[in-house]
């Protein structure tokens, strides 16, 4: 059973181009995240969300559209794709309660999804 | 800024060699540490993480790392690795005051190719 599992894998597509990356969880986590990993490999906070309501949003060009429809599922919805936007995408979750020494900050990812824009 | 970095970004070593991963962070108050792996094709997992308590926490797999506050690292280390460790490794911090946010830090990461 995969705990974050994330679709597709791969997606190549065209400059302009409008695409979705789905992401659900089966941990019964209340809060979900996507990171960007860009070119150098860092791996960068886009958008979290506790509960289907946004949380963060780390000035990520309003392309992006995150969708929550529950608390195990966030999507990732990009418009007018650009070339820039070639990137791994992670989608993460973990529970959102409890104090530092609980598994609040403990993120569980997925394997990544490989956007190519051409 | 805060900011993690990996010294190594591509190790390579031959079985049954010691291995030791450089991870230090810039922040001047307390934060937690984890250390995770990507095996080829896989999801990020979590091999180990420190919160608080004895500086030297053991992960799965005979990994271990060791915080030192006055360095700022918390460096990553196997005394003996195997063919299967061939994976990336990232280190990644996160202030204690914002610990319930899971706005991870990341390192760069690091590539480790074992050779059999």
Known sequence: ???????????????GNDKSIKCEQNLGHDTMYWYKQDSKKFLKIMFSYNNKELIINETVPNRFSPKSPDKAHLNLHINSLELGDSAVYFCASSHSSGGTLSGANVLTFGAGSRLTVL | AQSVSQHNHHVILSEAASLELGCNYSYGGTVNLFWYVQYPGQHLQLLLKYFSGDPLVKGIKGFEAEFIKSKFSFNLRKPSVQWSDTAEYFCAVIPK??????KLIFGQGTTLQVKP
């Open chain 2, 97 to 102: 005051l914002s610990s319930n946010t899971g």
């Open chain 1, 1 to 15: 059973d995969t705990a974050v599992s994330q679709t597709p894998k791969y997606l190549v597509t065209q400059m």
